[in-house]
C-alpha cells in the first residue's frame, strides 16, 4: 500500500495574491531571494560597523560625525568608548557569521538552486521553508532592535564566553538586556536553519528526478547538502546553549557563573557555574559553522570554475569526499578554539591532532582546483575570477591555520590580530568571494537579465586588492604582538604600530566603497540589465536546461530526466562543446573520438 | 574523463509503488519515460519519511547537548543537591508507554481500513482519539510533577539539579505536545479521507520516540539528581 491520496499535498498552487507571491511565500526560488535580501542588507549593517570600529582604532580621539544619535553614552559626541567599541564589534561578528555567511552561500543560493538541480518542482516542506525564512528574518530583528533597547548592544564578542555573558547588567553596558535578545536572537536563528536543513536534506534524498544518483548531483547541490547535514548537527546543540543562558539571566539559574564571583564590587548570587561548559557547547556549533559558511563556497566555486573551464574537475568525487570529510573533521577540531581555556594541555593535544589532519582534504581540494585549472583555456569574467579569488583567499587565509592549529604556538598568538587575519580571509573573505562568484553566475538565471560585466571586473580588481591591504597586514600585527578586541593603542607599548592600522582603515574604507559598484551593479542590472538567455554560461545543470526566470514550478509542468553525469565539457555535440544533464543525446568525448 | 551515457533506470513493475523507502535515487526514480509531471504525482514521493528522521537526529543532538551540560555542571561544583523524583513521573512513563501501542493498534487498523475493507473493522480514529487523551494526560501529569517539586520549595533556579529537571521535563513536554498536534493533523487528514501514510507512519515514529527519549530522561534524572 501506498499512498493513500492521489495528491501530493506538498505542493502548492500557483499563487495569485500578492502577500503569497512576494511576502509568505511558498516558492523556494522567491525564499531564496528573500534569504539573499536579507544577507545583503545585513552584510551592509556589518560593513558599516567594521568602518566605524576602523575609523576608532586609527584615529582614536576622532569623532564620527552622526554617532551619538545612535548611542548617547556609548558616544558621546561622536567619539566611542571602549565599551560601545565592544558593543560594535560584536553586533559585526554576530551579524556576519550568522546573518551573512550562513544565510547568503547557503540559505539564500540553496534555496534557489538545490531544489531546480535535483529536479524538483519545491521544496518538500514549502511552508516550513517559508518559516524558516521569516524565523531568521525575526532573529535579524531582535538583533538589531539591540542597539536602541536597553543600554544597546551585548558587549561580549560573537562567542559571548561565560561568564560574562550570564553576569546581568553589573557585567557592562548591554550585558543586561543585550544579551537576552542576543541569545533569543540566536536561538530563533537556530530554528530557522533547523527548518531549512529538514528541507535540504529531504529535497536532495527523495526529491531527485529520474536518473539523478547521488553522484550525478552538481558539486554546488552536493556543497548545500553536506552543508544542511552540519548545520542540523550544529545548530541543534546553540539551540539548547542560548536556552540556558537566557534561563541564567531571566530565572536566576546558575549553569554559567562560578561561585563568589565578584564584578564591578558586587557579589553575585549565582553558585557553582561551570564557563568551561559554554565553551564546549558553543564551539561544538562554533567550529562547525565556519565550514558551514565556506563548504558551500567550495560547491559553488567548483561548479563555476568548471563551467568556465570547459573541462571537468580532476575528480569529482574526491571533491565530494573532500568536503564530506571536512564536515565529519569539523566536529573533532573545535577544541583548539580552546588552548588558552585552561583545557587540559591532554585534550589540547587531542584537538590538536585532528585539527592538523583536517588541512589534508582542504589541501586536496586546492590541489585538484589547481590541476584542474592547469592548461585549461579559462573564460575571464566576473564569476570566474570572483572563483579564483576565493581559491586565493582560501590557500592565503587557510595556510595561518597550521601554525594555529599547534599549542604551543596558538597559545602566543591566540589573542593577537594574527588570529583575526586568519578567520577573516580564509572564512570571512572567501565566503564573501563564493557569494559574489554566485551572484555573478546564478543572476541571470535568478532575476532574468544579465550583470554589468565590466563592472564586476573593476568590483573584483577593487576587492581582491583591497582584501589582501586590510588583512595580510593583520598577521603582522598579530606576529608583533598586537592584541586583539581593544578599542585604542594610544600611550602603550603598541603606539608604533598605529601607522599600521592607519593604512587598514583607509584600506577597508576604499574597499568598502568598491562594494557600493557591487550593489549599484545588483540594481541596476535587476531592473535594466541586459535580458538573459536561457543558458548564458553554457552549463549543464538542470537549472540551465529550464527557462529563465524558472516559471514556478520549475520546469513548467515537465519533469526532466537526467541521462549524464553533471560536468560533460570537452565533448562535441549538437549545441557546442557540452552536453547537458537532461540532454537524450548520445556523444563522445575528444578523447574517445582519438 | 570519459563520457558515460547512461540508460535511464528501468522501471520494475514488481517494486511498483514504492513502499516508502527512499534514498536509493529517490521515489521520483519512478516517474515514467516520458517525465510527465501528472503521472510523477500519482507517485508523490513521501519526503517526510526521511524528515522524520532528520528531526528525530536533530532533537537526540538537543539532549545530548542538554545531558553533557547536565554531567559537567554536577562535576564542577559542590553544590549539586539530590533529590526524590516525583512518584507521579512513574504513572506518567506508563501513560506515554500505554499512548504508544495505542497509535500503533490506529496506525495497523488504518492500514486495513484504508485498504478498503472497511467493513471488517470499526475506524481507527478512536484508537487516535485515546493516543490524544493519553498524551494529554501525559502533560498533565508532568504539570502536576511540578506543583509537588514547588510545594517542596524546589524552584527553577533552587539548585542546578531543580534546574536541569525543569528544564529537560519542560523540553520534552514541549516536543511531546508537537508530537501531539502530529496526531490531531493525522486525526483531521482521515476524517477527510486524505491522510497519506507516511503521514501516519512520521507521527507514529516521532511518537514512540518520544516514549524512548523519556525513557533515557527519567533514567537520567533518576540517576543524578
Redesign the interface.
Known amino acids: 500500500m501506498h499512498d493513500m491520496s492521489a495528491h501530493a499535498v506538498q505542493h502548492h498552487a500557483p499563487p495569485t495574491s500578492f502577500i503569497r507571491k512576494y511576502v509568505f511565500s511558498l516558492d523556494h526560488k522567491v525564499i531564496g531571494k528573500q534569504y539573499y535580501a536579507l544577507a545583503l542588507l545585513a552584510a551592509l549593517s556589518g560593513m558599516v560597523l567594521s568602518w566605524l570600529m576602523r575609523i576608532h582604532l586609527g584615529w582614536t580621539n576622532a569623532a564620527i560625525p552622526g554617532l551619538q544619535l545612535l548611542s548617547k553614552n556609548g558616544a558621546p559626541g561622536g567619539v566611542m568608548t571602549p565599551e560601545y567599541y565592544l558593543q560594535l564589534m560584536t553586533m559585526h561578528g554576530t551579524i556576519m557569521v550568522f546573518f551573512v555567511l550562513t544565510t547568503a552561500p547557503f540559505a539564500a543560493f540553496g534555496n534557489f538552486f538545490l531544489p531546480i538541480q535535483v529536479g524538483a518542482e519545491d521544496m518538500p516542506f514549502p511552508r516550513f521553508n517559508m518559516m524558516s525564512f521569516w524565523v531568521t528574518f525575526l532573529a535579524f530583528v531582535v538583533l538589531m532592535s539591540s542597539f536602541f533597547l536597553g543600554d544597546g548592544p551585548t558587549l561580549g564578542g560573537w562567542t559571548q564566553y561565560a561568564p560574562l555573558n550570564a553576569v546581568g547588567s553589573v557585567g557592562g553596558p548591554g550585558q543586561g538586556l543585550g544579551v537576552v535578545l542576543w541569545a533569543l536572537s540566536i536561538a530563533l536563528f537556530c530554528i530557522g536553519q533547523l527548518l531549512g536543513a529538514l528541507n535540504f536534506i529531504s529535497s536532495t534524498l527523495d526529491l531527485r528526478v529520474k536518473g539523478m544518483s547521488l553522484m550525478r548531483l552538481p558539486l554546488s547541490a552536493w556543497g548545500w547538502f553536506i552543508t544542511s547535514c552540519m548545520g542540523l548537527t550544529a545548530f541543534a546543540v546553540l539551540l539548547p546553549a542560548c536556552i540556558l543562558v537566557i534561563l541564567d539571566h531571566v530565572a536566576g539559574t546558575s549553569f554559567f557563573v562560578a561561585s563568589s564571583l565578584v564584578i564591578n564590587d558586587q557579589l553575585l548570587p549565582h553558585s557553582g557555574g561551570s564557563t568551561l561548559l559554554w565553551q564546549h557547547l558553543f564551539w561544538f556549533f562554533g567550529h562547525p559553522e565556519v565550514y558551514i559558511a565556506i563548504v558551500p563556497g567550495i560547491g559553488m566555486v567548483s561548479h563555476i570554475l568548471i563551467t568556465n573551464m570547459r573541462k571537468p574537475m580532476l575528480s569529482q568525487r574526491v571533491l565530494i569526499y573532500c568536503m564530506g570529510a571536512l564536515a565529519v573533521l569539523s566536529y573533532m577540531v573545535y577544541g583548539h578554539h580552546m588552548f588558552v581555556s585552561g583545557m587540559n594541555p591532554f585534550s589540547s593535544l587531542a584537538f590538536s591532532f585532528p585539527t592538523l589532519v583536517i588541512t589534508i582534504p582542504a589541501t586536496i581540494v586546492v590541489l585538484i582546483w589547481t590541476f584542474s585549472l592547469y592548461g585549461s583555456k579559462l573564460r575571464i569574467n566576473s564569476a570566474s575570477l570572483f572563483a579564483l579569488g576565493f581559491i586565493s583567499m582560501f590557500v592565503s587565509g587557510g595556510v595561518s591555520g597550521f601554525f594555529l592549529a599547534q599549542p604551543s604556538i596558538d597559545i602566543m598568538l591566540h589573542a593577537t590580530y594574527f588570529v583575526v587575519g586568519h578567520f577573516h580571509m580564509v572564512m570571512g573573505v572567501a565566503a564573501m568571494f563564493g557569494i559574489f562568484a554566485a551572484t555573478y553566475f546564478w543572476f541571470p538565471k535568478m532575476v532574468g537579465r544579465m550583470m554589468n560585466e565590466t563592472l564586476g571586473k573593476i568590483h573584483f580588481w577593487l576587492s581582491f586588492v583591497g582584501a589582501y591591504c586590510i588583512f595580510m597586514p593583520f598577521h603582522y600585527l598579530g606576529m608583533a604582538g598586537n592584541v586583539r578586541r581593544y578599542s585604542t593603542f594610544v600611550n602603550d607599548f603598541l603606539q608604533p604600530l598605529i601607522p599600521v592600522h592607519r593604512l587598514i582603515t583607509i584600506a577597508a574604507l576604499l574597499t568598502g566603497v568598491a562594494q557600493l559598484i557591487f550593489v549599484y551593479n545588483l540594481i541596476h542590472s535587476r531592473f535594466w540589465g541586459k535580458p538573459a538567455p536561457d543558458n548564458p554560461w553554457e552549463g549543464t545543470s538542470l537549472e540551465w536546461s529550464t527557462a529563465t526566470p524558472p516559471p514556478w514550478d520549475n520546469f513548467g509542468g515537465k519533469l526532466p530526466i537526467v541521462y549524464h553525469d553533471p560536468f560533460q565539457y570537452g565533448v562535441q555535440s549538437s549545441v557546442g562543446d557540452y552536453v547537458m544533464q537532461a540532454s537524450p543525446e548520445q556523444v563522445k568525448t575528444e578523447h574517445e573520438e582519438k | 574523463?570519459?563520457?558515460?551515457?547512461?540508460e535511464?533506470?528501468k522501471i520494475d513493475p514488481d517494486r511498483l509503488?514504492?513502499?516508502?523507502h527512499?534514498?536509493n535515487?529517490?521515489?521520483?526514480?519512478?516517474?515514467p519515460?516520458d517525465?510527465?509531471?501528472?503521472v510523477?504525482?500519482?507517485?508523490?514521493?513521501?519526503?517526510?519519511?526521511?524528515?522524520i528522521w532528520?528531526?528525530l537526529?536533530?532533537?537526540t543532538?538537543?539532549f545530548?547537548?542538554?545531558s553533557?551540560?547536565l554531567f559537567?555542571?554536577k562535576g564542577?561544583?559542590?553544590?549539586?543537591r539530590t533529590f526524590t523524583l516525583p512518584s507521579i513521573l512513574y504513572f506518567n512513563t506508563l501513560l506515554l508507554l500505554a499512548s504508544s501501542v495505542t497509535l500503533e493498534v490506529s496506525r495497523r487498523r488504518v492500514?486495513t481500513f484504508?485498504?478498503g475493507r472497511k467493513s471488517q473493522v470499526e475506524s481507527p480514529a478512536r484508537w487516535l482519539y485515546i493516543t490524544l487523551f493519553l498524551g494529554l494526560l501525559f502533560v498533565a501529569g508532568q504539570y502536576v510533577a511540578w506543583l509537588r517539586l514547588r510545594a517542596e520549595g524546589l524552584y527553577?533556579?533552587t539548585n542546578?539539579s531543580s534546574?536541569f529537571f525543569y528544564?529537560l521535563t519542560a523540553?520534552h513536554a514541549l516536543h511531546v505536545l508537537g508530537g501531539l498536534g502530529g496526531v490531531v493533523h493525522v486525526i483531521r487528514k482521515l476524517s477527510n479521507?486524505?491522510?497519506?501514510?507516511?503521514t501516519l507512519d512520521a507521527t507514529a515514529r516521532y511518537w514512540h520516540f518520544m516514549g524512548g527519549l523519556w525513557l533515557y530522561l527519567l533514567f537520567l534524572l533518576w540517576m543524578k539528581l
Do not use: E, K, Q
Not at chain 2, 574523463?1 to 547512461?6: G, I, S
Not at chain 2, 510523477?40 to 524528515?51: I, V
Open positions: 574523463m570519459a563520457t558515460t551515457v547512461y535511464p533506470p509503488p514504492d513502499r516508502g527512499s534514498g535515487g529517490g521515489w521520483r526514480n519512478l516517474v519515460s517525465g510527465d509531471l501528472h510523477a504525482l500519482d507517485y508523490s514521493p513521501a519526503p517526510s519519511s526521511t524528515a532528520v528531526v537526529f536533530a532533537i543532538m538537543m545530548a547537548a542538554f553533557s551540560a559537567v555542571r564542577s561544583s559542590l553544590d549539586w492500514a484504508m485498504g527553577l533556579a542546578p534546574s528544564v523540553t479521507s486524505a491522510l497519506r501514510r507516511s
